[in-house]
């Protein structure tokens, strides 16, 4: 280990528990997802017209889009929408629930502490911001006094999303936190009984695991993280190694 790493375990609180696995044996690089059980094949969206343009639109044309969006509530507090950061041909997707005070005046997710710890747990397992990673949230604009995204704001906002995991084709969606979680699985469940499950989204890949600003107030949580991203990353070489068009 690295002092840089042995440094991002000291700041994670982690040290010395926090081991990158060279190859686990426990789990299986992508387990079948039982018919009916934690698989989560969503019913298909009504397309309305809004959500039939957004699904037809390039980066730019999104983007456009997303900074003038008064779909939903949230535009009337926000100072920038939070479209999203990082590489855009990204295999790893981290979806976070929504910009708070620092991400609204800066426009880019997880700033402050909760990002400074993401980009720390990313660190662990060798990934860094905007290389062969992206970030986004369910909303992207600030919900008042950083209280949950109301079903309907998160239901304006999912196009967007899910056109940016269109375009970018994640391998591996991990979903930040129980209400990235459950936005994306259309489903109600308690993150205990999501965390170690391979689900998916569409198609994708999807696991679960805790939000980074939840890990800032409970310590022991961080130590249920790092076995959730190493069940991450032993999925992920799973499926890096299936051929592409089985995948
Ligand atoms: Fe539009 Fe999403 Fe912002 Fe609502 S949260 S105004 S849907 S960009």
Known sequence: MTARRREMMRELGLAPRWRLRAKSKGVAPLPPIPAGSTSTTEPALALD???TQII????PQLKESVAGCVACPLHRGRNKTVFGVGDESASWLFVGE?????????GEPFVGQAGKLLDNMLAAIKLKRGKDVYIANI???????NRTPESLEAAQCEPYLHRQIELIKPKLIVALGKVAAVNL???????????GKVHEYR?????????????????PG?????????FAVDTMRGLKSVPAAAI
């Open 185 to 195: 699985l259309r489903r109600e469940a308690s993150i205990a009984s999501l965390r």
């Open 49 to 51: 017209e809004r959500t």
């Open 98 to 106: 929504g910009p708070g005070a620092e991400e609204d005046l800066k």
């Open 222 to 230: 961080k130590a249920e993280a790092w076995v959730d991203l190493c």
């Open 139 to 145: 909303v992207k604009c600030r919900p008042p006094g």
């Open 56 to 59: 037809r639109m390039d980066w």
């Open 203 to 219: 198609g994708t890949p999807l696991i679960v695991t805790y939000h980074p600003a939840y890990l800032l107030r409970n310590l």
